[in-house]
């Protein structure tokens, strides 16, 4: 008998009680999906028609999205690949209480409309009370051109040329400032730029001075720029870009800007993301002067920059809620690190696995403190297993060096060090 012919109709295979619970959970189109491919395989003869639903049911996704959680073993706290910050599990929960009708924009006890996100905006004025106001938009690129356009569409922002960034994927700052319709009124050189030079450049036409963070880079050497707190005396308003989102000063990282800092230094008005050293949601934070705050909320283009209400929920949960993983890697202990890389290396190369503990450095990343190395500890293993490791469950991404596959357990949170070893064997399998 040919088994192409009797292959099982499709509405007879959905029938399956495996794959009716699929749908409801997956959606339909998932489920067809499946099934259509397993009938194919079954047409193709390489199973036999009554293996039909079985395939389908073995061939189905974990989750409806394509989009995967994998363990960062990069070393790289903040991978912008990788989803920059990993998220709170207070903003996760967070995030699924807000998920369906929420009081993002409601007051419960009078039943009128409220403003959107007071919760957050409260949250990060008691977290910088260096600002007098604060607004949230979807990102730090938005927050500049926020700022741009309300500050100077139409006039110049005066800028050193050591801050004409490109902050990653070919984008760059000044492209994003002239897109605004401001013009650039580039002064100083690229290593190094005096207060005179903007003191030149200032007058009738200036919308504002910025001062931008190169933060995925270092100039060493004669260099020389501006401080803030020299700038305010221009008398135009001062913008700083800071980049990484630290709302105060953070003793391991002394060369990273804070808002806090700049704020007391004069800015008046501080931009910054929430998914870098912050360690929450894509956001950007707008932080600084009354009257430009709301300049900032009240222009028509702040209402395409706003951000959604899971972004609300989680930034709120990182900045009143328990540390936040970016942190808890930033301040994880070497000696700990080292005795989880010996103990799982131990486990392994008792299970036949050519796995040892290596030391290692870490980087924060994320366009953020360049310069910085973080000691800490990581499972070498041999280079060919990083393809498994990578299109395994859950996807473990590590770095190679030196002919080697090190899997840095700085980025790996504590409680993941069984997932990964089960990994490990199953990719050496
Ligand atoms: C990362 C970065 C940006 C871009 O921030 P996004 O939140 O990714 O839009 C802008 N400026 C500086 C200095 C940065 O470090």
């Known amino acids: 008998m040919d088994p192409r012919r009797h292959v099982p109709r499709t509405d007879a295979v959905l029938a399956d009680p495996r794959l009716v619970a699929a749908g409801g959970r997956l959606g339909r189109s998932v489920v067809k999906d499946a099934v259509a491919r397993a009938q194919q395989r079954a047409r193709l003869g390489e199973i036999g028609p009554e293996q039909v639903a079985d395939a389908a049911v073995a061939a189905l996704p974990s989750q409806t999205a394509s ?33 369906g009708a929420a009081d993002v924009e409601f007051d419960l006890q009078t039943g009128a409309r409220a403003r959107r996100g007071r919760g957050a905006l409260d949250a990060l004025t008691r977290a910088v009370p260096a600002a007098e106001d604060v607004h949230v938009v979807n990102n730090n690129a938005a927050a500049l051109v926020l700022a741009a356009t309300v500050l100077a569409a139409g006039r110049e922002i005066v800028i050193s040329r050591g801050e004409l960034v490109e902050i990653g994927d070919g984008f760059r700052i000044p492209d994003l400032l002239v897109s605004t319709g401001a013009r650039l009124r580039e002064v100083g050189t690229t290593n190094r730029t005096s207060y005179r030079d903007y003191a030149a450049a200032v007058g009738p036409e200036t919308g504002c001075v910025l001062k931008v963070h190169p933060s995925n880079f270092l100039i060493e050497g004669f260099t020389g720029s501006a401080e803030v707190s020299e700038l305010t005396a221009l008398g135009v308003p001062v913008v700083a870009d800071i980049g990484s989102g630290l709302l105060t000063r953070e003793p391991l990282l002394p060369a990273e ?87 799982l290396a131990g486990a392994l190369a008792g299970a036949g696995v050519d796995a040892r503990a290596v030391p290692s450095e870490a980087a924060v990343g994320g366009g953020g403190a360049p310069g910085v190395r973080l000691p800490s500890a990581a499972v070498s293993l041999p280079e060919r297993l990083a393809v498994a490791l990578r299109t395994g469950e859950p996807p473990v991404v590590g770095r190679i060096e030196g002919g080697r596959l090190l899997l840095d357990l700085r980025t790996v949170p504590g409680d993941r060090d069984g997932d990964v070893a089960r990994a490990i064997l199953e990719a050496s399998g």
């Open 257 to 343: 800007p804070d808002a806090t800092t700049v704020l007391e230094a004069g800015a008046d008005l501080v931009t910054a993301s929430g998914d870098k050293l912050l360690g929450g949601p894509q956001a950007g934070l707008l932080l600084g002067r009354r009257d430009l705050v709301e300049r900032c909320r009240r222009h028509p283009l702040a209402r395409a920059l706003r951000v959604d209400k899971l972004t609300l929920a989680a930034l709120e949960a990182t900045l009143r809620g328990p540390a936040v993983p970016v942190r808890q890697a930033l301040y994880a202990d070497p000696a700990a690190l080292g005795d989880r890389a010996a103990a």
């Open 67 to 99: 989009l995967r959680a994998v363990i960062n073993a990069t070393g790289v706290l903040i991978h912008t690949n990788l989803g920059r910050a990993p998220l709170s599990p207070a903003a996760v929960e967070s995030m699924a209480a807000a998920a």
